[in-house]
């Protein structure tokens, strides 16, 4: 649970703004919300929670810019986006800094944030050879019949705190390449590297209108679901949110596409290569705190790859926990003190109801950073189905291991799982990574990867209960999700052409 926006204070701190028909403009709302320093608590900024009229203006703002933007030629759309990636590179220093200080993954993994979404301005820049429709001489005699593929209108992107900067470039860089205007409602807790962001594209070229931001919390989303000149909705983040998200937009007629919580399985066999195997499951565990919705969260260790836990937990002992800004650090801390306290108490429902605490990360010391929201590597064994901390995403440093006798096994308990964002099998038999890529019934599987995020060539394919609507975003699918395929057949009469008479039957000819 976040905390409820507080009555605005005048104060020195920095206001995140609202970006309306190209101006960045102070919201004149009285609910506004700290952006906190989670290492230290510090407040860095002070965010607003839009009003209904602030909405409706940049939902005006993004409507009357699509009159222009939907005609603005291909070539013209994908020229911005290659001055994008260049600007975003270049700033790569700056905008891991402020996503570091307002999220508190570490520096590395925060420019790994801002590559990740640059891989997508990149593709977007491609658009020219990816909105192409389909071509089909002589359907009938002297018929053609075509496709074009024709921007929505107004959509619009609600994101989670964990990806402040790969998800929002998830969303406007396709939306806008294809013709689309945008309105952008980032995670109000950590709106700030969004922002930066924001303005480069501004910086690229992106016109007045076309790209639009407002800030807020649930009201706010509930805005875009209801509003009537938003065609299309992009949601990623809980699924508690996301389920809501998409009944209340599919309800008042949009598109909508919702990428959703998980619980990741990594299944190892016991002929895998045992150190590459715990290092990456570490990473997967552990990095960004677990605050990843693609993090091996759960090991499932089959057969004889059991007695490997003495050796995994050795190595989670010696990971380095710190504020993101520290070199050599490993984990970070948590997004915020109510995340704190929700791990905690996720990992105390572990121990009461019968789970072996291997590892127990709770209240570690980090010198220089006492009122940080941190917890470290907890490693749990003997977990069960049923326990809360197999069933709920614990979202926080915590790995569950269970055991399994054979492959079989453990494919039948990640099936049973109901989420399907990820999973990944380690093993060195092409026999068994075939099975399992085969029978296991999850959108993202990784061989010998940890996190197997598909790269922008490709969609992001979560299934099952991770995921709401047919189409992912980025790669090839979210071209069909921001774009209505009309098909147009063609005739052209020729003066010499000899009258066929009235044709009376559906067939053309
Ligand atoms: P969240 O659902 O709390 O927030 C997501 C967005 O919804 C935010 O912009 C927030 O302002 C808004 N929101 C929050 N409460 C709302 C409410 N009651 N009504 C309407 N809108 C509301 O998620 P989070 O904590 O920011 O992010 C973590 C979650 O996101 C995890 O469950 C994680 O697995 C998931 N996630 C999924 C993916 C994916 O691709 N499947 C990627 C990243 C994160």
Redesign the pocket.
């Known amino acids: 649970m976040?905390p409820a926006p507080q009555r605005a204070a005048a104060s020195a701190i920095p206001t995140v703004k609202l970006l309306i028909g190209g101006e960045f403009v102070e919201s004149r709302t009285t609910q506004w919300r700290d952006v906190v320093n989670p290492a230290t608590q510090e407040v860095l900024a002070r965010v607003p929670f839009a009003t209904p009229q602030e909405l409706d203006a940049a939902v005006g703002a993004a409507r009357e810019a699509f009159k222009t933007w939907r005609k603005t030629p291909i070539g013209v759309r994908a020229r911005i986006f290659l001055k994008y990636q260049q600007l975003i590179r270049e700033h790569m220093k700056e905008l891991a800094a402020i996503l570091t200080a307002e999220q508190g993954k570490t520096l590395a993994d925060a420019e790994g944030d801002v590559f990740r979404g640059l891989e997508v301005v990149e593709h977007a820049a491609n658009i020219g050879t990816l909105q192409m429709g389909e071509l089909a001489s002589n359907v009938a005699t002297g018929v053609d019949t075509f496709t074009l593929l024709q921007p929505l209108g107004v959509c619009a992107g609600?994101?989670?705190?964990?990806?402040p900067a790969m998800?929002p470039l998830w969303m406007f860089p396709m939306a806008i390449a294809t013709g689309n205007t945008f309105v952008l409602?980032?995670?109000?807790?950590d709106p700030m590297v969004t922002m930066r962001l924001v303005e480069l594209a501004l910086q690229a070229g992106i016109p007045k209108g076309v790209l639009n931001v407002v800030h807020?919390?649930?009201e706010v989303?509930?805005g875009i679901c209801d509003h009537p000149d938003i065609k299309a909705v992009s949601?990623?983040?809980?699924?508690?949110?996301?389920t809501?998200?998409y009944q209340r937009a599919t309800l008042a007629g949009k598109r909508a596409q919702c990428?959703?919580?998980?619980k990741n399985h990594a299944v190892v066999m016991p002929d895998a290569n045992k150190e590459q195997t715990l290092n990456n499951l570490l990473g997967a565990a552990f990095g960004a705190a677990g605050?990843?919705?693609?993090a091996a969260s759960t090991a499932v260790l089959v057969g004889a790859a059991r007695a490997w836990i003495p050796d995994l937990v050795a190595k989670a002992r010696a990971l380095k926990i710190n504020a993101g800004t520290e070199a050599g650090t490993d984990v970070g801390p948590l997004i915020s003190c109510a995340a704190h306290e929700r791990v905690n108490g996720l990992i105390e429902r572990g121990i009461a109801e019968g789970a072996k605490l291997e590892l127990d990360g709770r209240k570690p010391q980090v010198a220089g950073y006492e009122k940080g929201n941190f917890v470290g590597p907890t490693i749990f064994s003997g977990v069960k189905p049923g326990m809360a901390i197999y069933e709920q995403?614990i979202?926080g440093p915590v790995l569950v291991i269970l055991a399994a006798d054979n492959l079989d096994a453990a494919i039948e308990l990640v099936n049973r799982n109901p989420n399907g964002?990820g999973t990944a099998l380690f093993t060195q038999s092409g026999a068994a990574a075939r099975r399992f890529q085969e029978d296991i019934d999850v959108g993202q599987v990784g061989i010998n990867v940890p996190i197997p995020v598909p790269v922008p060539l490709f969609s992001?394919t979560?299934s099952r209960a991770?995921?709401l609507g047919d189409l992912g975003?980025y790669g090839k699918q979210v071209i069909l999700f921001y774009t209505q395929t009309k098909t147009v057949t063609q005739r052209w009469f020729d003066d010499s052409t000899l009258n066929a008479g009235v044709n009376t039957t559906i067939n053309l000819r």
């Open positions: 976040n609600i994101t989670p705190f964990n990806f998800i409602k980032p995670s109000e807790q807020g919390g649930e989303v509930n949601f990623v983040g809980s699924t508690r949110v996301g809501h998200v990428m959703m919580g998980a605050q990843r919705c693609m995403e979202f964002n992001f979560g991770s995921k975003p």
